[in-house]
C-alpha cells in the first residue's frame, strides 16, 4: 500500500506536457531590437544598460578573435548557461539575462531560460561605445558630460520641440533616460549622444501581443475545401504568423499547416484539402498566431467535415408580381453561386421571410420550402411594398446560410382602379370656395347680406359630389 502511494504521488508530482507546448513559438525579434507590450517601464543607459520593468539586460562586449567565443548567461535563479557564441569569457563581464514580464529581447543568438518553457527574454545587443575620458557614473577625477550628452527619438531630441514627451525623464548628467510607461507611438530608434557623436542606439518597438485567437472552419459545398480562418477584434499592430494544427486520427499527430494573413481584412485563413473518404471522419484543430510581441492558441475545435457544412446564400434572388392578382408575389432564386455542380444530389432546403417595408419584426412571415426554388406569396397587401429575403441548408447536415441580399417588390394593382380616384382627388382640388366661407374671413358670415351667397354656386357643388360618388360606386 505504502508502494502504491508513493507511485501515485510521483506520477501526481510529475509535470504535465500539454499538445500546445513548443508547438506555437514566439517569432524572434532580429538582432538590436527591444520589443515591449505598452505599459512596460524602459530605462536606457549610454553606457548600453538596459532595463525593463526593472529587471537588468546586460550586453555582452565581444573579444577579440583570439578570445574564446563562448559565454555564460546567468538566469534568474542564479544559474550560468553556458553557449557557444562571441562574448567575453571573464566572469566579471559575464552579463545576466533576467526575465520580464512584458520583454522580448533578441541578437544574433538566442539563448532560452528554461528548456521546458517558451524563451520569455533573448539577448539584446543594441549599439554601444563607451564613452573615453567622460564620467558617466559621477566618479571624481573625471571630466563631467552634464550638457554635452543627450538623447534622440527618431533624431529629435528628447524634451525639445513639440512632441508629447510625458513621461520620458534623462538622468542629471543626461547618461539616462527613462520611460516611466511606454506607448504604442513610443516605438522607433534610440540613440545617446556624447559631442554629436552616437555611443548607443537601439531599436524598440511597442506592440499588444496577440489576442488568444477564435477558430471558426466551415464547408460550402459537400465536395469543396475545409477554410478556417479567424478575425482579431482589434487591428495588429505587427504582422503575425498563423498556423493551424490539424489531427484526424486519436491515435494520430497533430500536423502543422502553413495559413496566411490578410493585411487588407485583418484575417487569417487556412485552406485544408477536400477527401470524401473523411466526410464523417472526426477532425481536431488549433489555430497558433505569433509574432515578435507574443503568441497565441485557440481552444481545440472538434468537427466533422460535413456537420461543418455552410452554403454561401442563394443567388439571384427575383421577385416579380402575378397579373391580375393584387395579393400574390412569386419569389425566384438560384443554387448558391459556389454550390460545386457535382453535390446536386444533395438536397437542399430553403427558408424565405418577408415583411411590409417600415413594419415591425413582429409582422415578419418566415416559410420553409423544399424541392423547389421558388415560391408564391399569397397573402400581400395591395400596393404595399416588401423586403424579401431567402436562405439555405443541406436537407440532413450542416448549418444555415446567410441571408442573402434584400430585394424588394410589391403586388399587382388595377390601373383602372386607380384613375377614377386620381380624377377625384384632381376635381377636389380644384374646386373654388367663395372667400367669406371658412375660419379665416375677417367679416362673419352673419354681417354678410343673403343676396351675395350664389344658391347656383352652391348646387353645383352637390351636384359635383354625387356624380363623383356614383362613379365610385359603379366601378366597385
Given at each position: ?53 526593472g ?40 552579463e ?5 514580464g512584458?520583454?522580448s ?10 528548456s ?12 554601444s ?8 557614473d559621477?566618479?571624481e ?20 520641440g ?43 518597438i511597442?506592440?499588444?501581443?496577440p ?24 487591428p ?56 515578435m510581441a ?19 446564400p ?57 424541392g ?5 406569396i ?38 383602372r ?5 386620381a380624377l ?27 343676396s ?10 352637390h ?11 359603379a366601378?366597385?
Open positions: 500500500m505504502c508502494r502504491f502511494l508513493s507511485l501515485l504521488w510521483v506520477l501526481c508530482a510529475m509535470p504535465v506536457s500539454s499538445i500546445f507546448q513548443g508547438t506555437c513559438l514566439k517569432k524572434e525579434a532580429p538582432p538590436g531590437m527591444l520589443v515591449l507590450s505598452p505599459g512596460s517601464s524602459l530605462v536606457l543607459s549610454c553606457d548600453g544598460d538596459v532595463r525593463v520593468d529587471a537588468k539586460v546586460k550586453v555582452a562586449k565581444h573579444p577579440s578573435n583570439d578570445e574564446d567565443s563562448s559565454s555564460e548567461t546567468q538566469t534568474s535563479n542564479g544559474a550560468f548557461i553556458k553557449t557557444d557564441r562571441n562574448s567575453l569569457t571573464d566572469k566579471s563581464q559575464e545576466g539575462v533576467e526575465s520580464a512584458h520583454a529581447l533578441s541578437s544574433s543568438s538566442s539563448t532560452s531560460l528554461s521546458s518553457s517558451f524563451p520569455r527574454h533573448q539577448e539584446v545587443q543594441p549599439t561605445t563607451p564613452l573615453k575620458g567622460e564620467d558617466v559621477g566618479s577625477g573625471r571630466r563631467d558630460v552634464k550638457g554635452k550628452t543627450k538623447w534622440k527619438w527618431n533624431g529629435k531630441t528628447v524634451g525639445r513639440r512632441w508629447d514627451w510625458d513621461g520620458f525623464t534623462t538622468g542629471r548628467r543626461r547618461t539616462q533616460l527613462s520611460v516611466t510607461s511606454v506607448r504604442l507611438k513610443d516605438s522607433g530608434n534610440y540613440t545617446c549622444q556624447h559631442r554629436d557623436r552616437e555611443t548607443f542606439s537601439l531599436k524598440v511597442v506592440a499588444d501581443p489576442e488568444v485567437p477564435s477558430l471558426s472552419c466551415s464547408k460550402r459545398s459537400p465536395s469543396s475545401k475545409i477554410r478556417c480562418d479567424w478575425t482579431p477584434q482589434k495588429l499592430t505587427l504582422r503575425p504568423s498563423c498556423y493551424l494544427f490539424i489531427n484526424k486520427r486519436r491515435s494520430d499527430r497533430f500536423h502543422r499547416v502553413q495559413c496566411s494573413f490578410s493585411s487588407q481584412w485583418s484575417r487569417c485563413w487556412c485552406v485544408l484539402e477536400h477527401n470524401e473518404d473523411e466526410l464523417r471522419t472526426r477532425h481536431m484543430a488549433y489555430l497558433c498566431v505569433t509574432n507574443g503568441n497565441a492558441t485557440s481552444t481545440i475545435l472538434p468537427f466533422f467535415p460535413l456537420n461543418i457544412l455552410k452554403p454561401d442563394p443567388s439571384a434572388v427575383s421577385v416579380r408580381q402575378e397579373m391580375g392578382h393584387e395579393t400574390r408575389m412569386t419569389v425566384n432564386w438560384a443554387f448558391p453561386a459556389s454550390w460545386k455542380s457535382q453535390d446536386n444530389y444533395y438536397e437542399l432546403i430553403y427558408e424565405l421571410k418577408y415583411q411590409a417595408v417600415g413594419s415591425s419584426s413582429s409582422s415578419m412571415q418566415l416559410m420553409l420550402i423544399k423547389r426554388r421558388f415560391f408564391t399569397t397573402d400581400a397587401m395591395p400596393g404595399v411594398e416588401y423586403m424579401i429575403q431567402v436562405r439555405t441548408q443541406d436537407e440532413y447536415d450542416g448549418l444555415w446560410s446567410n441571408w442573402s441580399a434584400p430585394v424588394y417588390g410589391s403586388s399587382w394593382t388595377d390601373s382602379t386607380q384613375e377614377p380616384m377625384l382627388n384632381e376635381d377636389l382640388m380644384t374646386i373654388t370656395f367663395p372667400e367669406y366661407e371658412g375660419s379665416g374671413t375677417d367679416v362673419p358670415s352673419e354681417a354678410l347680406p343673403e351675395s351667397i350664389s344658391p347656383v354656386a352652391m348646387v353645383s357643388h351636384i359635383l359630389w354625387i356624380s363623383c360618388s356614383f362613379a365610385i360606386l366601378v366597385i
